[in-house]
């Protein structure tokens, strides 16, 4: 870089493009279903999760999430899927949004709407889930399912990943 293409630091980070981030928890029971949360503010089924406050780690987001809403303390732990969404509908920034393993939980009783969030929760199988979930979402489902099988997360860019064959298999 010539000194001439220098600029200050706080201009160079203010010219430098804004995202969303967001978590979500693969959970699912003793069966391998997953669980899946209907938010109370939309149509649609979801993942359990949330938006990452500022100055909060992701993981750290999902674990409040999951207390915040579901009354569940658990263990976050591996990154599965990391998927960047483009803009879309009435989001006029990217989303990175991250899924991370939070095991298996063998006691749905522990699972509590809490915050008037969430209307309803339920452990469906993988097909399922994909069935529920925003088609934007749905390829999550065996992306994480794939990633916690083999210790390997899975990149998605807007839903897609460059190893599609492998997925379809999982569900």
Not at 66 to 94: H, K, M, N, T
Request: glycine fraction near 8%.
């Amino acid at each position: 870089m010539h000194q001439k293409d220098w600029v200050e630091p706080e201009v160079w980070y203010a010219r430098l493009p804004c995202f969303y981030a967001a978590t979500a928890a693969l959970i699912t029971d003793q069966h391998g279903r997953l669980l899946l949360v209907k938010p109370a503010y939309r149509n649609e089924w979801t993942f359990p999760g949330g938006y990452v406050d500022a100055g909060e780690f992701p993981n750290d987001a999902c674990a409040r999430e999951l207390r915040e809403e579901l009354g569940v303390v658990a263990q976050v732990g591996d990154l599965l899927v990391v998927d960047w969404a483009p803009p879309a509908g009435s989001r006029p920034r990217a989303l990175v949004s991250m899924t991370f393993d939070a095991g298996v939980l063998t006691d749905g009783s522990a699972v509590r709407l809490v915050d008037g969030e969430l209307e309803d929760w339920e452990f469906v199988t993988a097909t399922e889930a994909a069935n529920r979930l925003p088609a934007s979402t749905a390829p999550r489902v065996a992306a994480a399912l794939g990633a916690r099988a083999t210790g390997r997360t899975v990149y998605l860019s807007g839903g897609i990943s460059p190893s599609r064959s492998f997925l379809a298999i999982l569900i």
